[in-house]
């Protein structure tokens, strides 16, 4: 997450490769070898936040590496994926897979999260396993999920961006040059610091998620609720408006769709003590979190791709 200032935070906080089998629960449980598990999910975020990443800074030759590593994950996986140039930034790129139908007819759902951190400032790590390992872990696992089970005929479009912390940049490539077309996207689910308890520092809630834009879109928010119920976790949704009100908005990649007309949710578990620092370890990610969005985001996917 871009840094700005924690109003909208506070704000929130009031507001209250194939790996697995093939199931056809939609609120599927776990299984010994389940991208959407706790196992699987913490091990892409101690690989993304390992000191052999050197902090996956935005600009730099680790991030690039982490963009062909997300490729290999994601063929490995049974998808195409594409890399799409960020202009921006140069040697930096956004990575893009698509599941489902490729009629350019579809409606789409994307899912998106920035692998890109700080990298190291003054020698110092900065390994960003939350913001923002914890998203891309998520939106990996789902991806997994979907192409081992195939059991949804919507249409899914990851986009891993980079270059987020520089200005939100890869998702700013992606929206001049998509997949498909914006006007045909039913929604864009932006996963952003979702793997700690929600607002360490103030509210300390468990089991809870927070939901910026939810509150716009009457389908969004039952389906939302539905899945949210199905995986154990209570969603707040706050209002993007609110979030422009007090001078919080731009912080993430969500705000580059919204602009643009296309209904987009930023899903996360808000600040924490260790935002932007080098204490951002694997060690402080709930596992039990990461599992709970994990499964929440593969129900309201399925969800929608229904409608």
Known sequence: ??????????????????????????????TADDPLG???????????????????????ADARAVAAWLGDELRQAGYAPTTLAIPEVDDQVDVVAVYGPRDDLAPTIVVTAHYDHLGEVDGTLYPGADDNASGVAV???????????????????????????????????????PAY?????????????????????????????GAVGLPGDATLLELGEAAAAAAGVALVAVSAELLTLVGEDWRSDDWV???????????????????????????????????????????????????
Not at 6 to 24: E, I, K, N, S
């Open 1 to 30: 997450m871009s840094r700005r200032g924690a109003g909208a935070d506070r704000a929130a906080a009031a507001a209250g490769p194939g790996r697995g089998a093939r199931r056809q629960a939609q609120d599927a449980p776990a």
């Open 38 to 60: 706790a196992a699987s999910l913490m091990a892409d975020v101690e690989w993304l936040a390992a000191p052999a990443r050197h902090g996956r800074g935005s600009r730099s």
């Open 139 to 177: 939106a990996l696992g789902v991806a997994r999920d979907l192409a081992a089970r195939r059991d949804v005929a919507g249409r899914v479009v990851f986009v891993f961006t980079g270059a987020e912390e520089l200005g939100l940049y890869g998702a700013r490539a992606y929206a001049e040059a």
């Open 181 to 209: 077309p914006l006007g045909q996207t039913r929604v864009v689910i932006n996963l952003d610091m979702v793997g700690r308890r929600f607002f360490e520092g103030t509210a300390d809630q468990d089991a809870t998620l």
């Open 257 to 307: 769709f919204r602009d643009r007309g296309v209904p987009a949710v930023h899903l996360s578990t808000g600040l924490n003590p260790d935002y932007h620092q080098p204490t951002d370890t694997p060690d402080r990610v709930s596992r039990a979190q990461l599992e709970r969005v994990a499964r929440f985001l593969r129900g309201w996917v399925s969800r929608l791709a229904a409608r």
